[in-house]
Every structure is written in structure tokens, then in C-alpha cells.
């Protein structure tokens, strides 16, 4: 390669050196932009053709040749160069092959700089818009699957130790309300995302008449980045949108997580379906959660992820540096390992089968009742902290005799309070007590339902 076969061999007298070329090349990684590098440079040509700096056939010969190489490479056809760095000189190259001279003024009034900060941006305003309709599509399958379980009754822990009976029904809409935060979360930052860098150029600005107002509205973004220097040099976007990730898949991972305690031997709680499982090559009886486990597995990577980015701009003089290049196998990775996520969840979320029965009776283990006997007590005038203690000697009697609350007679709960009576037997059944949690966010079946039918027409 002679130093005049880059762009940017002018000033050269010697061509790079063979490996340093490829170290600092990045279009093995960021010819995934490819779409969005063509829809800013038609949007940037169509501008300059506005202000008089291109003519209307030199901008639409450069829109043509752009369509053509688009076309190409989406049909497999293009040929992507090393020796050419990164998408954009690649795309920006084949459009001068092709259509001439012409080609060659595309770059006008603009920078590598300007143009990836935007391509990110555009590239990322896409695939947020996209995770989003997954995290929705599971959030769907949470409620319907909450609404058929509204009633079913399973234990709810505190320390993993049995503590109070919930509603399945209600344990998956706490799901639901941490995926509507995260949910919030990437609208929040698609916000700052959705702003153009396109005009900054190198660092500066441009000596040309641009209209970047113009340019912002056919790209569809919500406004221009205010200052150049900040414009081509910050990713803090792809840092909130990681932070975002990473959040999110640390919810991800918590569901997994039950789910996988869930499905064992020891619970019993929940089937999952054999397709979305695996077996071991060596153990005959094996079946194992594999798909929650890896998503618990993969939250590590979108989390280092995060770290990675924060890394990587904290020490950045302004403008642009080439650390900034480092940006996108990142945040690429991220997006890819939450979308894949996400998908994984809302198509195994709808094929879960819950089992009833054991939930029920690991629900009737644990004393799951025995606040509702304090507060029984409570309510028929004794103090709190009395009822507490004289629960508490219930209990020891239960585990002594291995038996549940609800199952002793009148006689025997009378043995720890004379104010017992047996209208006990309705706050401590499993159903007494869940519905006895009558409140908004709280775990009865008919809230439950209630809360399905708000959270559809928040989703609407
Ligand atoms: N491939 C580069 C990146 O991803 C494009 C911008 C390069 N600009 C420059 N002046 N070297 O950041």
C-alpha cells in the first residue's frame, strides 16, 4: 500500500506499517453500521445540496451510488478492506469507484468524527426502539401468565426462609414492575441518544454554510448536539444505555435465578418446558434450566461491559481521541446479549407450567401464617409485641408436634391465648391470609387481578 492509496496519505512518505494498520483498523467490527453511516451521508449530502455547496445532480448521484452500495452489500457483494480502516472510508470509497469525481465531495464540511458519533447514534436509537418491543413482548407474557395464576398460592421468603404466602400471581407482576423501570429506563435515555452530532466536524465546527437543523430533521433527531467539541468527543450515551443494560440484566438474572431454584427437585414449583432445556452427556436423568442459567451467566459480560466504557472515556482530554473507537464492540455486545436475553425470557415466560399443588403445600411448611395469628390477636386487643411471643410459642409447639397453624385444633391454639376463637381458622388458611392483604400492591387474588388489568393499560 503506498501512503497515497488512504484518504488521508497526503502528508506521508512512508505507508503504514502492515500490522499497524490492522491494530488500528475497525471495520471488522463496525461495518454493522453500515445503514446508518448511508442514511447520515444521504441526509448530510441531501443538506448540502440545500445550502448550494453540492448541486442537485451531484447529490443525487451520491444518493444513488449510496442506495447501490447499500444493496450490495446486504446481497453479500461488497468487498470489505482492511487497508481502508473502518466503514465509513470503505462505503466512502466504493461510492468514488463508482460514481467518480463526485464522490470524492461527499465529505464536505464533515469528519469521521462527526459522522461516527452520529452513526452510533442512529444505529443506537434503532436497536433501543427494537429491545424495547422485546422487553415488551415478555412484559405481555408475565401479565397473562399472572393473571391465570391470580389465585394460585405458593410461600413468599425473606432470607429464602419461608415467610408470608403471596399469589404467584403476584410474585410475577414484582417482575412485571422491574421490567417497567427498565423499560423506562431506555426511553430515558433514548432521549439523549436522539440528538445529532452531524456539523461538529473534526472538533470545531465547519467553515461551510450548513443547515444542521435541516440535516437533524431528516434524520429524525429530536435536536443538535450543542457544542462541537462535546459532540464528537463524549459516548456518555452508550455509557447510559450500558448502565441501562446492565440493570436490566441484573433483573434478568434475579428472575433466573428463582426460576432455576424454582425448577429443581428441591421446589418443584415450576416446570420448564424441555425445549428450552438441556440434558447432560453423562447423567441419563438430567434436565437441566440452562437457558435462566446462562442469562445469569451472560449478566457478567454486560456489566463488564459498563465498566468498560466508563473506563474508557474517564480519562479522555476533549476532542475526539482514537480510544473512542474502542466504544463499540461494547456497547454492541451489550445490545446483543440483552436483546438475546430478552427474547430467551419472553418466549420461555409463556411456556412455563407452574405446579399448583407444590406450591401449595411448601406454602402450608414454614408457618407461612403465623403473622396472621399475631395480627388476629392484635385485632381482638392484644399488644403486638404479646401477640408476637405468644405466636412464637405456637410455632415451637407446631415443630415440636410437626404441624401447621391451620391444622391444630381450637383446643390446642387456646393453649397460648384465651382470646382465640374459632373464627382463628379464617385468617390462618392459606387463603384467609392472602386476601386478607386487600390493598393496592398487595398480594390478594383480586388485587392481583386489579393490578393486571392497570399494568395493561399502562403498557397500552
Ligand atoms: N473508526 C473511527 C472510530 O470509530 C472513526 C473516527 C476516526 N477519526 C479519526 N480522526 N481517526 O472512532
Redesign the pocket.
Known amino acids: 500500500m503506498t501512503p497515497s492509496s488512504t484518504m488521508w496519505g497526503g502528508r506521508f512518505s512512508e505507508a503504514t506499517d502492515a500490522f499497524v494498520a490492522e491494530f488500528t483498523a475497525?471495520v471488522t467490527f463496525?461495518k454493522r453500521l453500515y445503514q446508518h453511516d448511508i442514511q447520515g451521508s444521504c441526509a448530510h449530502a441531501t443538506m448540502l445540496a440545500k445550502v448550494g455547496v453540492l448541486t442537485a445532480a451531484e447529490r443525487d448521484a451520491i444518493i444513488d451510488g449510496l442506495a447501490a452500495i447499500q444493496a450490495d452489500i446486504e446481497a453479500g457483494r461488497f468487498d470489505w478492506r482492511v487497508d481502508l480502516?473502518?466503514v465509513?472510508m470503505n462505503i466512502e470509497a466504493r461510492l468514488t469507484d463508482r460514481i467518480g469525481i463526485t464522490g470524492k465531495k461527499l465529505h464536505t464540511g464533515r469528519?469521521?468524527?462527526d459522522q461516527?458519533a452520529t452513526d452510533i447514534r442512529l444505529y443506537l436509537r434503532d436497536e433501543i426502539d427494537k429491545t424495547r418491543l422485546i422487553l415488551q413482548r415478555l412484559q405481555q407474557g408475565l401479565l397473562d401468565l399472572a393473571e391465570r395464576e391470580a389465585a394460585t398460592i405458593m410461600p413468599g421468603f425473606t432470607h429464602l426462609q419461608t415467610a408470608q404466602p403471596v399469589t404467584f400471581g403476584h410474585h410475577l407482576l414484582a417482575w412485571f414492575e422491574m421490567l417497567v423501570r427498565d423499560d423506562e429506563r431506555l426511553a430515558d435515555c433514548r432521549k439523549r441518544v436522539n440528538r445529532m452530532p452531524l456539523g461538529s466536524a473534526a472538533l470545531a465546527g465547519t467553515t461551510y454554510p450548513i443547515d444542521r437543523a435541516y440535516t437533524a430533521e431528516l434524520l429524525g433527531f429530536e435536536a443538535v448536539c450543542e457544542n462541537s467539541l462535546d459532540a464528537v468527543s463524549d459516548r456518555d450515551f452508550a455509557i447510559e444505555f450500558c448502565s441501562a443494560a446492565a440493570i436490566a440484566m441484573m433483573h434478568l438474572s434475579r428472575m433466573s435465578e428463582e426460576l432455576i431454584l424454582w425448577n429443581s427437585q428441591q421446589f418443584k414449583f415450576v416446570d420448564i418446558p424441555d425445549r428450552f432445556c438441556t440434558g447432560s452427556s453423562i447423567m441419563p436423568q438430567k434436565k437441566n434450566p440452562d437457558v435462566p442459567e446462562l442469562v445469569r451467566g451472560k449478566t457478567g459480560r454486560v456489566n463488564g461491559h459498563l465498566m468498560c466504557l466508563l473506563t474508557l472515556m474517564k480519562g479522555q482530554p476533549l476532542a475526539?481521541n482514537?480510544d473512542?473507537?474502542e466504544d463499540?464492540e461494547p456497547l454492541f455486545d451489550a445490545l446483543d446479549t440483552l436483546q438475546a436475553c430478552l427474547r430467551a425470557f419472553a418466549d420461555m415466560v409463556p411456556a412455563l407450567q407452574p405446579r399448583r399443588e407444590e406450591m401449595r403445600s411448601a406454602a402450608l411448611r414454614g408457618f407461612a401464617t403465623a403473622t396472621d395469628l399475631a395480627d388476629y390477636l392484635v385485632k381482638k386487643g392484644t399488644a403486638f409485641r404479646d401477640a408476637h411471643e405468644i405466636v412464637g410459642k405456637a410455632v415451637a409447639y407446631g415443630v415440636q408436634t410437626n404441624q401447621d397453624l391451620s391444622v391444630m385444633t381450637l383446643a390446642e391454639l387456646q393453649q397460648f391465648s384465651d382470646t382465640i376463637a374459632d373464627d382463628v381458622f379464617a385468617v390462618l388458611t392459606l387463603e384467609g391470609s392472602v386476601n386478607a392483604r386487600n390493598h393496592i400492591g398487595g398480594t390478594a387474588p383480586n388485587q392481583v387481578l386489579a393490578a393486571v388489568q392497570r399494568a395493561r393499560q399502562r403498557i397500552a
Open positions: 475497525s463496525d480502516e473502518d465509513h469528519s469521521r468524527n461516527v475526539y482514537k473512542n473507537q463499540k
